[in-house]
């Protein structure tokens, strides 16, 4: 059990490390001053006022970046406190009713603390979407911060619900189709429900599995690798895990 513990505690290390590589200062080429609109109820810039390309590109880098970084951090942060949990000899009971609330949040029925198939569940679970993952699909989903439901909904990914009224109804929507688009009050509100949902959605398992993989190798995450995980995000399939490296190599 020491040697299995003295592993497991290596490994959060070097998880924990590589938050700073994943949140590395974009350097961007100095560009002529440009205003910035504000959108009406927000701080974020109105990116369709920004001239096409490395302007506009730049200004939603810099303005997204950093609220995925932050949403990543606070990830970094929770599997630190379940890391401490799951070798405490004696967990308090806030510690208890933290994990076994965070279980549920992450699509983890009746955990039990002496299941360990349910501890490697939720560590694969409770874990970050590399920055530039995230930043190449809020890019591809969202044109940019350009798209009708950027602008009006704050979604970044292309999110639906369904219950009317919900959030913005496509305009080329099928007559029997029910979904919306979603609305959300912040892009932050937009990435956390992203992030969750790549965390536990059963369609992108795949992507788990290769996180934990190079977790388990010690390895930094791989946006490129991770985004063969993405195959059913879009009915486009290979087509659009093809589009989402791309994009990620346009980042640089």
């Known amino acids: 059990m020491m040697k299995k513990i003295i592993f497991t505690l290596a490994f959060f290390s070097l998880a924990a490390c590589q938050a700073p590589l994943d949140q590395k200062t974009y350097d961007a080429a100095p560009t002529k001053r ?20 490395d302007v506009r590109k730049k200004a939603f880098i810099s303005h997204i970046k950093p609220l995925i970084q932050k949403e990543n951090k606070r990830i970094l942060q929770a599997r630190q406190r379940l890391l401490m949990v799951r070798y405490s000899s004696s967990p308090s009971p806030q510690d208890q009713k933290w994990l076994l609330e965070t279980a549920k949040k992450y699509d983890i029925e009746n955990f039990s603390s ?10 694969k679970r409770l874990d970050i979407v590399p920055t530039d993952l995230a930043l190449a699909q809020a890019a591809h989903e ?72 190079q977790r388990e190798n010690g390895q930094e995450l791989s946006s490129k690798k991770l985004a063969e995980g993405l195959k059913y995000y879009s009915e486009r399939r290979g087509e659009y895990v093809t589009d989402i490296k791309e994009m990620v190599d346009t980042l640089h």
């Open 34 to 53: 440009v205003e910035v609109k504000p959108v009406a109820g927000g701080t974020a810039p109105d990116f369709k006022s920004l001239p096409a390309g």
């Open 114 to 123: 002496d299941n360990e198939n349910h501890w490697k569940l939720l560590f």
């Open 142 to 213: 969202s044109g940019w911060g350009t798209s009708r439901f950027a602008r009006m909904g704050k979604n970044l990914f292309g999110h639906w619900c369904f219950t009317k009224g919900c959030g913005i109804v496509p305009k080329e929507r099928n007559d029997d189709a029910r979904h919306e688009v979603a609305k959300f009050s912040s892009f932050k509100e937009s990435i956390r429900r992203y992030i969750h949902n790549l965390n536990t959605g059963d369609v992108y398992k795949k992507l788990r599995d290769l996180r934990s993989a």
